[in-house]
């Protein structure tokens, strides 16, 4: 699983990945335990979705009904409510089915997978998110007369299952015609990124406890420099989930926070950290991101970065 496309999965839940990844463990060998798996994963990802959007359930909702309501209240288009509702169902028949799942469907659903690990990253975790090229895991020595004795057939009953999955959707979308729900006026789903602000009056007195200096604001950035220390910048992002950018020299040459994997982010907004050359042309601004949910936690995050600045002397 080296080489997963999955992995991006893993820097929003480690829970949906390791569910993605068994899913392509199983995908060619075990169809049908693929499918259960992936039946999992559309689950925990709309009980994350009921989590972002703040939507709680007065009694306990089945799969379907939480599908229904996100459909009913916008927050997922039709694209997003076929492929939940494919996982669903095809992951249920999984479960009772005696006879083996076509091979086809599980690979259906490795697709289906990435397409909402993609959609969530987009909407929830960060606008500038760049989804990698979706490929399937390969596998040698397949035998691809025995895959066309079945595909005929496979065909008819994944036509038959998508047919169920549209007239499902035609009548909630009668449905919403004749009830529609009675909400507060929303920022749709796909405009949300656009309409996103840096979180700066929530944390800004945090960084100042901490001797950080507030030193500018862009759309997508706030700017704060540790004392006066050259490199001491830090960036408030504007992210779902909040998010600071350290300098790639804490990372890299100090190995500060090396107790974690950590991917660098790259944007035109850090403006004070370095543009790496690659293949003779200056790409954009990098650093290492860190999230976090509280002030506290914050907080604890920019005394191990003031401590390591002021331990390190560097020049101011």
């Known amino acids: ?38 039946r999992l994963f559309g689950e925990l990802l709309v009980n994350m979705i009921f989590e972002q959007e703040n939507m709680s359930e007065v009694y306990p909702l089945k799969l379907v ?9 916008d927050v997922i288009q039709d694209d997003i409510y076929k492929k939940l509702e494919f996982l669903r169902k095809n992951g ?32 929830y975790v960060s606008h500038t998110f760049s989804a990698p090229r979706y490929e399937l895991p390969s596998k040698q020595n397949q035998d691809l007369d025995v895959m066309k004795q079945w595909m005929d057939a496979y065909i008819k009953e994944t036509q038959a299952r998508i047919s169920e999955i549209e007239e499902q959707l035609s009548q909630l979308k009668e449905e919403k015609k004749q009830h529609p729900v009675v909400k507060e006026k929303r920022i ?5 990124a656009k309409n996103r602000i840096v979180p700066l009056e929530r944390f800004q007195s945090t960084f100042e406890n901490a001797n950080f200096i507030y030193r500018n604001l862009s759309k997508k950035a706030a700017e704060f420099q540790f004392e006066n220390f050259k490199t001491g910048y830090v960036y408030l992002l504007d992210n779902v989930t ?47 991101p860190f999230t976090f949910q509280t002030k506290g936690e914050l907080e604890v995050l920019l005394q191990r970065i003031a401590e390591e600045y002021e331990s390190k002397y560097i020049i101011k």
Request: proline share 5%.
């Open 65 to 73: 009904e939480k599908i229904n309501r996100l459909y009913r209240h």
């Open 242 to 288: 909040p998010t600071i950018v350290i300098h790639p020299w804490l990372v890299e040459q100090t190995k500060l926070f090396g107790e974690v994997e950590i991917k660098p982010t790259r944007s035109t907004a850090l403006r004070k950290f370095p543009r790496p050359d690659e293949d003779g042309q200056l790409k954009s601004n990098y650093g290492y």
């Open 92 to 123: 249920n028949i999984a479960s009772h089915k005696v006879l083996e799942m076509d091979q086809e469907v599980a690979k259906e659903a490795h697709r289906a997978i990435f397409d909402l690990g993609v959609w969530y990253s987009e909407v």
């Open 188 to 192: 749709s789903t796909q405009n949300r």
């Open 1 to 38: 699983m080296k080489n997963s496309i999955y992995h991006f999965i893993g820097d929003f839940s480690s829970q949906l990945e390791e569910l993605a990844l068994r899913v392509e463990a199983l995908l060619w060998d075990q169809p049908q335990a693929a499918m259960t798996q992936a």
